[in-house]
Nanobody, 113 residues
């Protein structure tokens, strides 16, 4: 399994920006698909953005135009702009290989005045 560690969460005002990072225990280019998911209190976990090994991306309608998923050889990133209170959630990094899926521990993002 892939070990994943998220970082970069915190408290931000509406309209602000944050960049989340996900460090993996193996090369990003050995993982078939990676992505970011989020879960707000008392709500289901939802997909935010995903990226395939080949670099193809997919975004939830609610974040299109505001969030950008990217990567380098060591980490997966999520740039979040124009944040609003509805973006408040625990954000999780996910990795999928033929051996199965792995989740990080999550990082809290709170958007509030």
């Amino acid at each position: 399994q892939v070990q994943l560690v998220e970082s970069g969460g915190g408290l931000v005002q509406p309209g602000g920006s944050l960049r989340l990072s996900c460090a993996a225990s193996r090369s990003i280019f050995s993982i078939n698909r990676m992505g970011w998911y989020r879960q707000a209190p008392e709500k289901q976990r939802e997909m935010v953005a995903t990226m395939s090994l080949g670099g193809s991306t997919n975004y939830a309608d609610s974040v299109k135009g505001r969030f950008t998923i990217s990567r380098d050889n060591a980490k997966l990133y999520l740039e979040m702009n124009s944040l609003n209170p509805e973006d408040t959630a625990v954000y999780y990094c996910h990795a999928l290989t033929f051996a199965g899926g792995s989740w990080g521990q999550g990082t809290q993002v709170t958007v509030s005045s």
